[in-house]
């Protein structure tokens, strides 16, 4: 990499810690700027102030660019290039307020996911958003790539969990609209313009959250099934019998978890059902949570809606329960694709069957594996490959998302349910969205980014 003076012109807009150059990182590790890191500085700013001074100075010089926020992201929605200067918040990261009244939270964008629920919950309170990336994620990069995660289905997304943000456009203009407040319908809702945008329209540095009360009591089951109209009437009935105490409600066919349960010697239930569902109740009573959670499962067994089914008696037996749902390190330390899309849960089984043949047929050596969000509609296919039996890493790559996106047109589905666009899917975008949507969304670019410089070359 090699700076130019426009380029070490922007150390004078931080402090020394904020600015590393090429020779900074050279030797130094990789940590939070690793994804093909091709950029010529990085920034590390403290202040709303300090990132509209970057961005202006950017702008001004056509320099492009590139934000970062936790790096587990896994659309390479912060992949960078010569000539490209990485915008990293991770020194924003200050709690500046928890208000339990009001039930909301006052933050920087680059504060960690995991230590900002670590806080709120010393206020009796909680931020729902949660997902395996809990220990890195920041919530600005949260917030600009909608996150969804484990409570969609009773939570929503990230853009329902935030009530305001601060934003700064590509020629350092501040929009700050630090709403506190539920209902706010005055006019257009700005902050919905840079939520689920990945940088392009934006830098989100300051957001404004909803709380909710802290759960009292936690039950979860894992339950085998062998048809998927089970798989349906259980969530029904699941939903129903907890009167909106359902938080969870996730589902891994077979072919993940005999598979994965093999990975990690963690098999709670025999393995060679079709199908399993693990799901989970927050409430405000303990015991009568309890009592109504045993009565649910119960009455599904008795209904036919249940084989086989394990209840978790503790917190660690919980945690050994979500980590079938949620450790992929045992897939993504091999050769491997991720995929996140979604599509009417009525398609699902015919979807999944379909692409786990045609990904057999079509890529020799493959095995593809689904698991999912059910509930919400967001469905994750794994698979592994052999890159030498399918002529190399591009053709397989090439040939596995075709076979997993290509069905998804006649379904009105979604080539990303919760990931993103960035590079990865931007080549599917025409799956998921028609030619007037496409030339919407490109305008906005060019009336907030005529130039560019915000994240080039990500979602178009």
Request: glycine content about 8%; hydrophobic content about 40%; some cysteine.
């Amino acid at each position: 990499m090699r700076a130019n003076d426009s380029i070490l012109a922007l150390a004078e807009l931080v402090d020394r810690a904020g600015f590393l150059s090429d020779q900074d990182l050279q030797g130094r590790e990789a940590g939070l700027y690793v994804d093909d890191f091709l950029a010529d500085a990085v920034l590390r700013p403290t202040s709303t102030a300090q990132v509209s001074a970057i961005l202006a100075h950017c702008n001004e010089h056509d320099i492009a660019v590139v934000p970062q926020g936790g790096m587990t992201g896994l659309v390479r929605g912060t992949q960078t290039h010569s000539g490209s200067v990485v915008l990293s918040l991770e020194r924003m990261n200050d709690i500046e307020n928890i208000d339990p009244v009001s039930r909301t939270a006052r933050v920087q964008a680059g504060v960690i996911l995991q230590r900002l629920q670590e806080k709120i919950a010393e206020h009796d309170m909680d931020f729902p958003l949660d997902l395996g990336a809990r220990g890195s994620c920041q919530v600005g990069g949260n917030a600009s790539t909608n996150a969804g995660g484990l409570r969609v289905v009773r939570y929503g997304m990230m853009r329902e969990l935030v009530l305001g943000l601060e934003a700064v456009l590509a020629d350092g203009t501040i929009v700050s609209s630090m709403n506190e407040m539920m209902k706010n319908n005055t006019g257009y809702d700005l902050k919905q313009l840079f939520i689920g945008s990945e940088g392009t329209l934006g830098i989100i540095t300051r957001l404004v959250l909803r709380l909710y009360e802290a759960p009292k009591s936690r039950n979860t089951a894992l339950a085998a099934l062998s048809s998927f109209d089970q798989v349906t009437g259980l969530l029904k009935h699941v939903d129903r019998s907890l009167a909106g105490q359902m938080s969870s409600f996730e589902v891994m066919w077979d072919s993940w978890y005999s598979f994965i349960t093999g990975e990690l010697g963690n098999r709670p239930l025999d393995p060679g059902y079709p199908y399993y569902a693990i799901f989970e109740s927050l409430g405000g009573d303990p015991l009568r949570d309890e009592e109504q959670f045993q009565a649910m499962l119960e009455s599904a067994v008795e209904e036919g809606l249940v084989d086989d089914a394990v209840v978790a008696t503790s917190e660690k037996d919980a945690r050994r329960l979500w980590e079938i749902r949620e450790n992929v390190d045992p897939v993504l330390s091999r050769p491997s694709f991720m995929y996140d899309v979604s599509l009417p849960i009525r398609h699902m089984d015919d979807y999944v069957s379909h692409v786990e043949q045609d990904m057999k047929k079509r890529l020799p050596g493959s095995q593809p594996m689904c698991l999912g969000h059910l509930a919400d509609g967001n469905l994750h296919f794994l698979v592994l490959y052999d890159a030498e039996a399918a002529g190399g890493d591009d053709e397989a790559h090439a040939v596995s998302d075709a076979v997993v996106y290509e069905p998804l047109a006649p379904l009105k589905g979604s080539v990303s349910a919760e990931h993103g666009i960035g590079l990865e899917k931007k080549a599917h975008l025409h799956i998921s969205r028609n030619a007037a949507e496409l030339e919407v969304m490109k305008g906005l670019k060019t009336l907030l980014d005529p130039k560019g410089t915000l994240n080039p070359g990500k979602i178009f």
